[in-house]
């Protein structure tokens, strides 16, 4: 079973600084999709950035990009230049594609908090 | 184009009702899976639907169901409601996994 873990509750991050949030997972898989979703207050989920495992140019999404550590099965996200509008709570989620595409696991989140 | 409805936005049910949850996916998507979300933590898989079939449940009690239809759009049923049912229920859906899943706006359940 696949399983994602999120060891930062919660960060916080000065208006245009930079900040990177951890995201480790266990998959028994040898190809498989990772994510990183934002969840706003509105609770609507928004898809931020995704990196297929087989990949190993790490993927970035204008100010968003990852630090895809295969062996390490470490999964960051860093935001540059952070705005207010990043505030949220931000989910890693790991699919093991296949037949089971449709199921993604997720971490437990992060808060994170931009401070103007 | 639309992206993934869900309804009703908003829900009040008493403990042991039978609730009723609706999804439609975005045009060309064939996949719909559905989550459950408690406030403060992560969704929590339930179902996954592929061409009407059920391709993927999780650790939900029977109490649990869902169905797809010819349209690709899909109902989550839950029978016997309980307290601990109150949550986000959240629907997605994806033309393959490498692109990643649109999740609706979600139903939000109350238990009474």
């Known amino acids: 079973a696949q399983t994602v873990t999120q060891s930062q509750p919660e960060m916080s991050v000065q208006e245009a600084e930079t900040v990177t949030l951890s995201c480790t997972y266990d998959?028994?898989?040898?190809?498989?999709?990772l994510f990183w979703y934002k969840q706003p207050p509105s609770r609507q989920m928004i898809l931020v950035i995704r990196q297929e495992a087989y990949k190993q140019q790490n993927a970035t999404e204008n100010r968003f990009s990852v630090n895809f550590q295969k062996a390490a099965k470490s999964f960051s996200l860093k935001i540059s230049d952070s705005q207010l509008g990043d505030t949220a709570m931000y989910f890693c989620a790991h699919n093991a594609g296949g037949t089971s595409y449709g199921k993604l696991t997720f971490g437990q989140g992060t808060i994170l908090t931009v401070h103007p | 184009d639309a992206g993934v409805t869900q309804s009703p936005t908003h829900l009040i049910k008493t403990r042991g009702q039978h609730v009723t949850l609706r999804c439609s996916p975005i045009s060309g998507h064939k996949s719909v899976s559905w989550y459950q979300q408690v406030l403060g933590q992560g969704p929590q898989f339930i179902f996954q639907?592929?061409?009407?079939?059920?391709?993927g449940r999780g650790n939900f009690p029977d109490r649990f169901s869902a169905r797809q239809f010819p349209n690709y759009s899909s109902e989550l049923n839950v029978n016997a409601l309980l307290l601990g049912d109150s949550a986000l229920y959240l629907c997605a859906s994806s033309p393959q996994a490498r692109y990643g899943y649109t999740f609706g706006s979600g139903t939000r359940l109350t238990v009474v």
């Open positions: 639907y592929y061409e009407k079939e059920e391709r």
């Open positions: 998959t028994s898989e040898s190809n498989y999709y």
